[in-house]
């Protein structure tokens, strides 16, 4: 096998294969070459996390997860919210399939260093409040309002807010919702800064 190609043809491989015998020079040289690499291609890998489920199945719901996050975001845009908050809705179930139980620590962890903590906060437990809309009917030990233990929480009443008009109610399969290249300028504009450490 060969080595994989280096994005810019004036880019320099590392002198070893292994991180313990790397040198100073290595890490320099791998520090800058990452901030461009990110700059250019994290927006992409992370919208290519999203359209590899375009053609997805369902197990149910009347539309996939791909169409309820452009539902969502497109439900958010209309609404009048910030770019920040519509990409959050695009991606804040990126990883419902691949990662269900945990999905909301997954979108955290992705978007957590670009947004607002009460983003991030929205992410890591939107999972919870969902619960809340579930009917009465459906005979379960869910608790429907595990929500309220973070009752008092400063973002609290926004993620329930979230929850209620951009996730529980964005699945109607005949609601004319925009396509992903619609958002797409947004989503590169958000990765496109420098990340905040939390």
């Not at 020079?25 to 999203?50: G, K």
């Not at 997805?56 to 497109?74: E, K, M, V």
């Not at 869910?142 to 951009?166: I, Q």
Request: proline share 5%; aromatic share 12%.
């Amino acid at each position: 096998m060969s080595r994989t190609p280096l994005l810019k043809l004036e880019w320099r491989f590392v002198s070893s294969f292994e991180m313990g015998r790397m040198t100073v020079a290595d890490w320099r040289t791998l520090d800058t070459q990452r901030a461009v690499y990110r700059s250019e291609l994290q927006a992409e890998q992370v919208l290519r996390l999203l359209r590899v489920q375009k053609d997805d199945p369902s197990f149910g719901y009347p539309i996939s997860n791909y169409r309820h996050c452009l539902q969502s975001a497109t439900l958010a845009h209309r609404d009048g919210q910030d770019e920040e908050t519509v990409v959050v809705a695009l991606l804040h179930d990126i990883g419902f399939d691949a990662c269900p139980a945990r999905h909301g620590a997954f979108a955290a962890a992705l978007l957590g260093g670009y947004v607002a903590e009460r983003h991030v906060w929205l992410l890591e437990h939107h999972q919870v409040f969902q619960d809340h809309h579930v009917g009465e009917h459906y005979d379960t030990l869910l608790d429907r309002n595990a929500r309220e233990r973070w009752h008092g929480h400063p973002h609290f009443e926004w993620t329930a807010a979230f929850v209620a008009r951009y996730d529980q109610a964005a699945m109607d399969p005949d609601y004319d919702t925009l396509p992903l290249e619609h958002f797409e300028p947004m989503v590169r504009r958000l990765f496109s800064s420098e990340p905040r450490s939390r």
